[in-house]
């Protein structure tokens, strides 16, 4: 476990106000999922091809059905609970530490984008690196957090990109 606090240390001697204030509003995107939720539902309703937003919807749901199991199951602790030194710019998260949902979330939509959509999906992918990498710089989750996290998103979505694809036969559902 020592890596890990020293990987989230070194994010800590990082800390300058412009980037704080950039961390707050970039993990922002991830919270309750919610940016995530509403961008599935507009590609739900806005993109023909509605294969993408059907495989952001299961992979998103798979993967926050994976990550309440796992939180309550593992029941790790976060960080800050570890070391109540470091100066928090966010509030304590009450829920556990492993593993990230933010990141499991965020690599969920994503990587489900992509997966019809590469340029769209690029940017998509950025913004969860991001997001993911905030949990770490914002000292609330662990490294393996992140890493659990992000390998559960792009998982589902592979998964349920492969099945609706398969379910649909290859023909766009109109």
Known sequence: MQ???DVLYWFQSLHNPVLDQIEKVITKFGDGGIFWILLTVAIIFLVKDKRVGITCALALASEAVIVLVLKNTVRRSRPIWLDPTV?????????????????A???SVAVSIFLYNKKWGTAAIILAI???LSRMYLFVHFPTDVIVGTLIGVTMAL???YLVKKKSSGTELS
Do not use: N, Q
């Open 105 to 107: 979330a965020s690599f």
């Open 159 to 161: 998964l349920m990109g």
């Open 130 to 132: 991001l997001i993911a």
């Open 87 to 103: 100066h928090m710019l966010v509030r304590i998260p009450k829920d556990y530490s492993f593993p990230s949902g933010h990141s």
């Open 3 to 5: 890596w890990e606090f």
